[in-house]
Each structure stands twice: as structure tokens, then as C-alpha cells.
């Protein structure tokens, strides 16, 4: 039988304080704490596998856009080719790729066209580039001017009354006085 069960005996400070130690370390092992860590572990290992998931996805999705944009310059280079090859065996009088040794002149006369305030000037850089039967003509221009219609009339002029010219590049931006325009026009020439 044991002491404590009966009614005479009284359990002294020190039995009720050792009794009070076995408990608080008793309910200490039957805490989880093995579960709690294992959570903690199973939650940073997620967030890892998330950030290197969502790192490769950008990665991938870069690489699509790049080989996206790749393919639709081939396809616009290879269209252009193939209506310079038709041209050349064609040997039309109307040939749009024919060269133009004028065409600096006819940038500034589409300026005064379009009521272009300041003077065109020179482009900035012009490059010639050989590429296969083709020559590419880049002409980079940096224009100023106070009315933004009139720097697009000018824009849209030189495109319509230039056969095969095209603007690849076109950055407009405001300032206190003028509109400034940066733009690119692009032009194939049959090399001769």
C-alpha cells in the first residue's frame, strides 16, 4: 500500500515539490517538439524549392521570349531576301531595293514637307551592312521639334514616299519647349 493514498499521511514541502519537478519534466517528453522541428524543416524546405522553381521559370521564360523575338526577326529577314532575290531576277524598273545615293537630300526635303521647325541636320552614325545579295542602310536620326504631328508627318512621309524604307526604332520624349525624337529608319539596297 502505498503512504500517499491514505488520509493520515500528508505529503511534506519537499515530497510536493519533488512531486511537482517529476511532472514538469514528464510533460517536457510528452511535448512534440520532434513534430514542431519537423514542420519548421518541411516549411524552409518548401521556400527553397519554391525560389529555385520560380528562378528556373524565369530563366525559361526569358530564354522563350529571346528565341520568340529571334524568330520573327528570321522571319522578317527572310521575307525581305526572298522579295530582294524576286526583285533582282525580275530586274523590275519599279525595284524598291534599288540604291538611292540621294537619300540624305530626300530625309531633308520630307522634313520641309512635314513642317519641321528646326533644321534635319545629318543623321547620327549611318552604317552600310552587307548581308548576303543586300546591303543594310541604317539612318539614325535625333530631331527636335515644338509640334509632335509634324515630327510624325515626318516619319510617315519618308516610309510612304521611300519604297522599302521601315522604322526600327522610335523613342519619343518631351522637354519644356520641344518634342525630341529619336528614330531609326532601316532600308535594304541590291548591291549592284
Do not use: C
Not at 56 to 85: C, D, M, P, Q
Not at 129 to 134: H, I, L, Q, R, T
Not at 151 to 178: M, S
Request: net charge positive; hydrophobic share 35%; no cysteine.
Amino acid at each position: 500500500m502505498n503512504p500517499l493514498d491514505t488520509p493520515h499521511n500528508r505529503l511534506s514541502a519537499d515530497d510536493r515539490y519533488e512531486l511537482a519537478i517529476k511532472a514538469q519534466n514528464q510533460q517536457r517528453l510528452n511535448y512534440p517538439t520532434h513534430l514542431i522541428a519537423l514542420g519548421l524543416i518541411l516549411v524552409f524546405t518548401s521556400i527553397v524549392i519554391l525560389a529555385i522553381a520560380w528562378q528556373i521559370r524565369a530563366g525559361a521564360h526569358k530564354a522563350y521570349f529571346k528565341a520568340t523575338n529571334e524568330l520573327t526577326e528570321i522571319n522578317r529577314l527572310v521575307t525581305e531576301i526572298k522579295s530582294l532575290e524576286l526583285a533582282q531576277t525580275r530586274n523590275d524598273t519599279r525595284d524598291e531595293h534599288a540604291p538611292i545615293p540621294d537619300m540624305l537630300s530626300k530625309f531633308k526635303r520630307y522634313a520641309s514637307q512635314a513642317k519641321l521647325k528646326n533644321e534635319l541636320g545629318i543623321p547620327k552614325n549611318p552604317t552600310s551592312k552587307p548581308e548576303g545579295n543586300a546591303r543594310k542602310m541604317t539612318y539614325p536620326y535625333t530631331v527636335m521639334d515644338p509640334s509632335l504631328e509634324h515630327l510624325l508627318n515626318w516619319v510617315k512621309i519618308a516610309t510612304e514616299q521611300t519604297p522599302g524604307l521601315e522604322v526600327t526604332d522610335l523613342e519619343i520624349k518631351p522637354t519644356k519647349l520641344n518634342w525630341t525624337m529619336r528614330v531609326t529608319f532601316t532600308r535594304y539596297e541590291r548591291i549592284e
